[in-house]
């Protein structure tokens, strides 16, 4: 554990103190148990409400960055870590993007997805090593994700993508005041002290997989993975997903499902070709020419 974490006191962070509509949780009735639980979960929207500013720097910052050919890493142990490989792992089929331009990394790796490895927090420079072990560089965006702000790994991770020219977020559920961030923007989702003392995969887990979905989303927006509000990069890998394809084409382009299956045929699965090829009767070489010349987004090729 690095030196300046090795016997932090947290019993006055946010997430570490006493809720008083829990006090007697163990004494409740399962109903009352339940109306605590839904009345503190009003906390989570209320937070990243707040942190909404933030937020809004940070996509753009990030999509700057993914334009640019850099990458985006989240980073983080336990709960917040797991949270960031979720999101990772679900932008590839929303978005058809490539599985390494969104990337999960979790202190312990693969297993700590299902066995706790809380200990490997403490280690501050494990968050460098495995960031250099996915080849991070300068070009790339890192989101370190701690509920409480003080994980050594995350700090470790951040502070060297400061160092290196890396974009550099933090989000936490503690104020910056209780615990400053390495970090060039600070997103802080303040939900307040846990139902069940302590444990931030309560209303700090659920503020942050809202941020998170915002934060992705709205990336993918700017890149042009979104028209309107409809997935049309979606990966058709599935019949679910080849029938939301085929849906979004018959609302787009106006085509029967038969059509839109012969047009994702001929698009090679791209839904977002096969609105252009319907809409402006291309083939699908000339409609990627004019996407690529539009810069990937449907909507200015559309004209």
Same mark, same amino acid.
């Given at each position: 554990?690095?030196?300046?974490?090795?016997?932090?006191?947290?019993?006055?962070?946010?997430?570490?103190?006493? $809720?008083?509509?829990? +006090?007697?949780?163990?004494?409740?009735?399962?109903?009352?148990?339940? %109306?605590?639980?839904?009345?503190?979960?009003?906390?989570?929207?209320?937070?990243?409400? %707040?942190? +909404?500013?933030?937020?809004?720097?940070?996509?753009?910052?990030?999509?700057?960055?993914?334009?640019?050919? @850099?990458?985006?890493?989240?980073?983080? %142990?336990?709960?917040?870590?797991?949270?960031?490989?979720?999101?990772?792992?679900?932008?590839?089929?929303?978005?058809?993007?490539?599985?390494?331009?969104?990337?999960?990394?979790? +202190? @312990?790796?693969?297993?700590?997805? !299902?066995?706790?490895?809380?200990?490997?927090?403490?280690?501050?420079?494990?968050?460098?090593?495995?960031?250099?072990?996915?080849?991070?560089?300068?070009?790339?965006?890192?989101?370190?994700?701690?509920?409480?702000?003080?994980?050594?790994?995350?700090?470790?991770?951040?502070?060297?993508?400061?160092?290196?020219?890396?974009?550099?977020?933090?989000?936490?559920?503690?104020?910056?005041?209780?615990?400053?961030?390495?970090?060039?923007?600070?997103? &802080?989702? !303040?939900?307040?002290?846990?139902?069940?003392?302590?444990?931030?995969?309560?209303?700090?887990?659920?503020?942050?997989?809202?941020?998170? $979905?915002?934060?992705?989303?709205?990336?993918?927006? &700017?890149?042009?993975?979104?028209?309107?509000?409809?997935?049309?990069?979606?990966?058709?890998?599935?019949?679910? *997903?080849?029938?939301?394809? *085929? &849906?979004?084409?018959?609302?787009?382009?106006?085509?029967?499902?038969?059509? @839109?299956?012969?047009?994702?045929?001929?698009?090679?699965?791209?839904?977002?070709?096969?609105?252009?090829?319907?809409?402006?009767?291309?083939?699908?070489? +000339?409609?990627?020419? !004019?996407?690529?010349?539009?810069?990937?987004?449907?909507?200015?090729?559309?004209?």
């Amino acid at each position: 554990m690095s030196g300046s974490f090795a016997d932090v006191q947290r019993g006055h962070l946010l997430t570490e103190q006493t $809720n008083p509509l829990s +006090a007697d949780l163990d004494a409740l009735s399962t109903a009352d148990l339940v %109306a605590v639980f839904v009345e503190e979960d009003r906390r989570p929207q209320q937070a990243v409400a %707040a942190a +909404a500013p933030a937020l809004s720097a940070a996509i753009d910052a990030i999509a700057e960055r993914l334009r640019g050919g @850099g990458r985006l890493f989240y980073l983080g %142990a336990g709960t917040s870590g797991r949270l960031g490989v979720l999101d990772a792992a679900e932008c590839p089929p929303t978005f058809c993007s490539p599985p390494e331009l969104v990337q999960g990394v979790l +202190a @312990g790796g693969a297993p700590a997805l !299902l066995c706790s490895s809380e200990g490997l927090e403490d280690l501050f420079d494990a968050g460098r090593d495995d960031l250099e072990v996915r080849g991070f560089t300068s070009q790339d965006a890192l989101v370190g994700i701690a509920a409480g702000g003080t994980t050594p790994y995350v700090h470790g991770g951040l502070s060297h993508a400061r160092s290196i020219g890396a974009l550099a977020i933090a989000m936490a559920c503690v104020s910056a005041e209780q615990v400053p961030m390495p970090c060039d923007i600070d997103i &802080r989702l !303040l939900t307040g002290p846990e139902v069940l003392t302590g444990s931030t995969r309560l209303k700090a887990g659920t503020a942050t997989k809202m941020a998170l $979905n915002i934060l992705s989303t709205g990336v993918m927006v &700017r890149l042009g993975k979104v028209y309107g509000n409809r997935m049309v990069d979606v990966a058709v890998t599935n019949s679910k *997903l080849e029938d939301r394809a *085929l &849906r979004i084409l018959s609302d787009l382009a106006g085509v029967s499902r038969e059509q @839109g299956r012969q047009l994702l045929s001929d698009s090679d699965g791209s839904v977002k070709l096969a609105v252009l090829m319907a809409r402006k009767g291309l083939s699908a070489a +000339a409609a990627q020419d !004019l996407l690529t010349r539009s810069g990937g987004l449907l909507r200015s090729a559309l004209g």
